[in-house]
């Protein structure tokens, strides 16, 4: 089993560093290049650029909760939890 994850190309895990535009401030957010290939089919699929979308999802949690202590992570939890949902229905037909 951990075979499956050790070897795994080493390209998954290299960090990428994006300039993003968040209510009218721009930053950057460096991910390992596997979240921001999650971050652009999340985007894809719901027909937005991936700064657009993360710029929606950013909106929603300033508008949730008030604050957002860390995008980075923010983001990386966001990725997991579509994996998640995802996974659910292969669960729970096996």
């Known amino acids: 089993m951990c075979h499956v994850y050790a070897s795994t190309d080493p390209q998954r895990y290299?960090?990428?560093t994006r300039s993003l535009r968040l209510q009218g401030?721009?930053?950057s957010v460096?991910?390992?290049n596997e979240f921001w290939e999650i971050l652009d089919y999340l985007a894809?699929?719901?027909?937005?650029?991936?700064?657009?979308?993360?710029?929606e999802l950013y909106g929603e949690?300033?508008?949730?909760?008030?604050?957002?202590?860390n995008?980075?992570?923010?983001?990386?939890?966001?990725?997991?939890?579509h994996l998640?949902?995802?996974?659910?229905?292969?669960?729970?037909?096996?």
């Open 14 to 16: 290299e960090c990428t």
């Open 25 to 27: 401030s721009v930053t």
């Open 30 to 32: 460096r991910l390992e």
């Open 44 to 55: 894809h699929s719901q027909q937005l650029s991936s700064g657009q979308f993360i710029s």
């Open 61 to 69: 949690v300033m508008a949730t909760k008030g604050v957002v202590p």
């Open 71 to 81: 995008l980075a992570s923010m983001l990386r939890v966001a990725c997991a939890v």
């Open 84 to 94: 998640h949902i995802r996974a659910e229905p292969a669960a729970r037909s096996a």
